[in-house]
């Protein structure tokens, strides 16, 4: 644990020697409500990620942290072969905003050898971000070349016009884009 309790301490050290004044202050106000934000842009964020490992402790450790830049850190180092999809399910329910939910999308979720399944029960879900989550992942499954046989594109092409009418602006953006990708 004390392992883990250093790389922690060293990856703060790295968020606060990239902070972005500016960008945080711009994020606070558009009124993203996390502890902490530094404001480090994604490119930034995985040159960071390069100096460690894939480790499972790790990425828990930063997701329970309310820091922007923690979570997607989570993300990127969290090895797929140990996420399950309980844990796919845990994390999908806790994501905070839109920004998380797309970059969790495209940094973890997408590499995921079930992440198929996971779609229908997603967009089949009441709560926004599991939607939003479900919509960008079967967009970001066709884009990188995923075939769902005819039925499933079917019942994917109905869950999206239905989500067109979601009161939520990201869904309702995510459900227009998906159906723009169909076939």
Known sequence: ?????????????DFRAH???????????SGLSYHVIFGIELPRLQQIAADYAPDHQLAQQLWLENVRESKIMA??????????PDLADLWVSQIPNAEIAQTTTLL???RLSYAPELVFQWMADSRDMLQLCG???????LMSGCEFSERSTQE????AHSLCAST?????????NLLLRLP
């Open 75 to 84: 993300a990127i180092l969290m090895p797929t072969d140990r996420f399950s």
């Open 135 to 141: 919509l960008l992942l079967t967009t970001r499954l």
């Open 168 to 176: 939520n602006l990201h869904v309702r953006r995510a459900a227009n």
């Open 108 to 110: 973890l979720f997408s």
């Open 1 to 13: 644990m004390e392992d883990i309790t250093n790389k922690l301490r060293q990856i703060k050290q």
């Open 19 to 29: 902070m972005n004044g500016v960008a945080s202050q711009r994020m606070r106000e």
């Open 156 to 159: 994917i092409t109905d869950q």
